[in-house]
Structures are given as C-alpha cells and as structure tokens.
C-alpha cells in the first residue's frame, strides 16, 4: 500500500516568488493536513481539508493556501515568498476527519527560500 | 503560545535504558494524546497514542504514562536500542480537530 506522496522533495525559491507544492495522500483516505515544521516552533497546523472542502485553518497569513481535489489529492500554495517561510511542509492523510488512527505523515517537501 | 509542553529537549542514554519525555498540556478539551516518532529526512509516524479514560497503555517497548488530573503525559521506551535514535513528538488534540505538537525531543541511544 502506497504511503503519503509529497513532490517535489527539495525546491529552492527566491523572495517574492510563489510557490506549489502537492500532496498525494493514501489511497482512500479523505482527509488531508498540511504542517510547516522550523526547528524552532516544531510542527504548526496549516490546514487541513475533507472531501475538497477546508475544514480547518491554522494561525498563518493569507499567503499560505490549499485546496483538494474529487481524487483527495491536495496543493499548498505559498505566495510572495519570505526567507522565514524556509521549512519542512509535511502533509498528512487520514481516513475520516476524527484522526482515531492518528495521521499518516509524507517526508516532506524541503523548501529553502534565498 | 504553546499549547502542548515538552521536555526534554535532548536526551542521551545508554542502550538497555529507559528514556522518558514528558508533556503537559493545558487545555483540558483534549481527548486524543498521540506520540510520533521522526527519523532524518522522514515525516512523523505514529508511534502509540493514548485517550484521557486510561492511565497506562503498552505497546511493544513503548509505554505511555496519563495523568489526567495533572495535565501531563509521558512517553517510556523500555530497553532502548541505538535503532531507538529519533526525534519524538507529543501531540495533542481534540477529536476531529488539529493536532497541536510539542516541540519534540532528540533521543541518542549510545551503544
């Protein structure tokens, strides 16, 4: 069974640029979350989404967007880019929105911002 | 602020020991207590989790420790083995919510 599919893995952008990135989640799971991870504030909720609809939003600017598609998978979308937004998004699947089984994390896309 | 409190930071130990880590929370809404466990280069993956009925749950080596009344929760890892190096997250949330991550703890198991 295929895991969560996060590409692209690496991806470097300048300041003020805007960038895509997507999410692949386990066959049959709906319900998709996206987290930044820093070294310094750990894991932080973006958003998450359930049959294409955002259910939940973390405490971050209007440049940070997402949306689902009918098949689940799932973009994250960073406008005008700044030099903090450099992190590990990590995105999430689930089979319902009540996490009983907790999240099934992807490694991640590595983002650096110059 | 940070909703969920973790302790250590980093933690050393030899193999055969148990490595505990801590975490306290303030928001007594939470129903649902996970732990993961991170390699280099990898995402989270769910290592045990626990619900705020019971106090004790095992699984294999790892054993989560809850006390309600105090608002914390911690993960053991018995006979710890080098293969045991990782960063561990708590977590916490309320049923169909988000998580909320402790800002996790480096475990080296020296050999």
């Known amino acids: 069974k295929a895991g969560v599919t996060q590409t692209p893995r690496y991806l470097i952008k300048t300041r003020g640029q805007q960038v895509t990135l997507s999410c692949s989640p386990i066959?049959?799971?709906?319900?998709v979350s996206w987290y930044q991870q820093t070294p310094g504030q750990g894991l932080q909720f973006l958003f998450e989404?359930?049959?294409?609809?955002?259910?939940n939003k973390g405490n971050f600017p209007g440049r940070f967007s997402g949306r689902q598609f009918s098949n689940s998978r799932s973009e994250m979308n960073v406008s005008t880019l700044e030099l903090g937004d450099s992190a590990l998004y990590l995105c999430?699947?689930?089979?319902?929105?009540?996490?009983?089984?907790?999240?099934?994390f992807g490694s991640g896309t590595r983002l650096t911002v110059v | 602020q940070q909703q969920v409190k973790q302790s250590p930071q980093s933690l050393i130990v030899q193999k055969g020991g148990i490595p505990i880590i801590n975490c306290a929370y303030e928001?007594?809404?939470?129903?649902?207590f996970p732990w993961y466990q991170q390699f280099p280069g990898k995402g989270p993956a769910l290592l045990i989790a626990?619900?705020?009925?019971?106090s004790e749950k095992k699984e294999g080596r790892f054993t989560i420790s809850f006390n309600k009344s105090a608002k914390q929760f911690s993960l053991h890892i018995m006979d710890s083995q080098p293969g045991d190096s990782a960063t561990y997250f708590c977590?916490?949330?309320?049923?169909?919510?988000?998580?909320?991550f402790g800002t996790g703890t480096s475990l080296t198991v020296i050999p």
């Open positions: 999430a699947s689930s089979l319902y929105w009540e996490f009983e089984y907790g999240y099934t």
């Open positions: 066959s049959g799971h709906r319900s």
């Open positions: 989404y359930f049959s294409e609809t955002q259910r």
């Open positions: 928001n007594t809404a939470f129903d649902y």
């Open positions: 626990i619900r705020p009925d019971v």
């Open positions: 977590a916490a949330s309320i049923t169909g919510n988000q998580f909320y």
